[in-house]
Nanobody, 111 residues
């Protein structure tokens, strides 16, 4: 069974940074394309970034240059480094494998 557990969210001021983690189990993580998606209050799910098994990252235009996705296959963990955070980055962040998402971790950017 696919199991994803996100952590690392919190409250941060504009311009601040956070690192999100996603611990994965129940599938072969090293060969999986992984994604980060987010959902802001009152809005739909938004794709943020993807990382293939070969290590090629892709980002949405809204986060490109500010967020970095990476993985550690030795510990089956996906990461998302969030820098230069903006108020509009406030959302619940989920990691996703195929159709499965974790419970999410809340990121709130506020002064």
């Amino acid at each position: 069974e696919v199991h994803l557990v996100e952590s690392g969210g919190g409250l941060v001021q504009p311009g601040g940074s956070l690192r999100l983690s996603c611990a994965a189990s129940g599938f072969t993580f090293s060969t999986a394309t992984m994604r980060w998606v987010r959902q802001a209050p009152g809005k739909g799910l938004e794709w943020v970034s993807s990382l293939s098994s070969g290590g090629y990252p892709v980002y949405s235009d809204s986060v490109k240059g500010r967020f970095t996705i990476y993985r550690d296959n030795a510990v089956n963990t996906l990461y998302l480094q969030l820098n230069s955070l903006k108020i509009e980055d406030t959302a619940m962040y989920y990691c996703q494998y195929l159709a499965t998402r974790g419970q999410g971790t809340q990121v709130t950017v506020s002064s």
